[in-house]
């Protein structure tokens, strides 16, 4: 697959909330959410059960705008979230991806995390 292809599949099945993963390396490595973290989060499984947790924040998404380089890519995707208190919001996450062998390997992705935590605590 191209890095078109496998970001399509990834973005459909994320949004039907099955059938992302499988576009995914095993070694696959997240860096996001936490600046204070800078080391990836290394392995398909660590990333399914991250997104397993997010996936629950959000109703649907949408994707903004796709920059493909080769087996680089930029997307800006586009969140509905519903907290748990009830509060919902709408957001843009900057996500910086990778591809290696023909599978997703990497993403970093950059959003509003202090927005997002508020809303969660309050």
């Not at 399509?8 to 996001?32: P, R």
């Not at 910086?96 to 935590?117: A, C, H, M, R, Y």
Request: aromatic fraction near 14%; include cysteine.
């Amino acid at each position: 697959m191209e890095t078109k292809e496998l970001l399509e599949a990834y973005y459909n099945g994320l949004n039907q909330k099955h059938g992302w993963d499988s576009v995914i390396a095993d070694d696959f490595q997240f860096i996001g959410g936490d600046m204070t973290k800078p080391e990836p989060v290394v392995g398909k499984q660590a990333y399914i059960e991250i997104l397993n947790r997010f996936s629950r924040l959000f109703k649907t998404m949408r994707i903004k705008e796709m920059i493909i380089d080769e087996d680089k890519a930029f997307v800006c995707a586009n969140y509905d979230y519903v907290f748990p208190n009830g509060k919902t919001i709408n957001g843009n996450v900057s996500e910086w991806w990778k591809v290696k062998n023909g599978k997703l390997n990497e993403l970093t992705i950059f959003f509003d995390t202090l927005s997002f935590q508020n809303l969660l605590t309050h």
